[in-house]
């Protein structure tokens, strides 16, 4: 059953059971046991029944599999409204069981900066070893060129708000550098 592989939303599927059933919410409590090791055992209780879910390594995950015993005994009386509930989230498990990866793929690109004008990108090869790496960015000098009046800095000024004593608004004060 595709359920016991979509433990994480047992208790999402739980609430939405009380909603559509007019019942009262779902209510945890966690028991935290430290030896041999931390564990956590999540009790639910739903509808007047208590259940009780496995050991977890988590707060978060106890209480998911409290909500799974519960869903998972709900269902043995074969509840219609729980198993739609199940199969509209069947999707959405689905999808975030597929999208679970070890890792994010890393793209690398060239700078644009230096193909815009075009120029070489004196960008060196990934075979290339670092005595030659060395030479070939001393042989280019590649200086960025800036307008300046994209880049202010060569007349920095700062402002800053200064509270005066009297007066009604704030009066601005320009520090030049």
């Given at each position: 059953?595709?359920?016991?592989?979509?433990?994480?939303?047992?208790?999402?599927?739980?609430?939405?059971?009380?909603?559509?059933?007019?019942?009262?919410?779902?209510?945890?409590?966690?028991?935290?046991?430290?030896?041999?090791?931390?564990?956590?055992?999540?009790?639910?209780?739903?509808?007047?029944?208590?259940?009780?879910?496995?050991?977890?390594?988590?707060?978060?995950?106890?209480?998911?599999?409290?909500?799974?015993?519960?869903?998972?005994?709900?269902?043995?009386?074969?509840?219609?409204?729980?198993?739609?509930?199940?199969r509209s989230k069947e999707i959405l498990?689905?999808?975030?069981?597929?999208?679970?990866?070890?890792?994010?793929?890393?793209?690398?690109?060239?700078?644009?900066?230096?193909?815009?004008?075009?120029?070489?990108?004196?960008?060196?090869?990934?075979?290339?070893?670092?005595?030659?790496?060395?030479?070939?960015?001393?042989?280019?000098?590649?200086?960025?060129?800036?307008?300046?009046?994209?880049?202010?800095?060569?007349?920095?000024?700062?402002?800053?708000?200064?509270?005066?004593?009297?007066?009604?608004?704030?009066?601005?004060?320009?520090?030049?550098?």
């Open positions: 059953m595709f359920l016991q592989q979509g433990v994480v939303f047992c208790k999402t599927i739980l609430h939405e059971f009380s909603v559509q059933t007019n019942t009262a919410w779902p209510s945890y409590s966690v028991a935290r046991q430290d030896k041999p090791m931390t564990l956590f055992v999540a009790s639910v209780v739903f509808d007047g029944s208590t259940y009780t879910g496995e050991a977890a390594t988590s707060k978060k995950e106890a209480e998911q599999k409290a909500a799974y015993a519960a869903v998972k005994s709900i269902l043995a009386t074969a509840n219609t409204v729980l198993t739609e509930i199940i498990i689905k999808v975030f069981k597929s999208s679970q990866r070890i890792f994010t793929p890393i793209k690398f690109t060239r700078p644009a900066a230096y193909t815009e004008y075009g120029e070489q990108d004196h960008v060196a090869p990934e075979s290339q070893d670092q005595s030659t790496l060395l030479m070939t960015v001393q042989e280019h000098k590649i200086v960025p060129v800036v307008d300046p009046s994209v880049n202010p800095s060569t007349k920095a000024a700062t402002h800053s708000r200064k509270r005066k004593g009297r007066g009604s608004g704030d009066e601005r004060v320009v520090k030049e550098h």
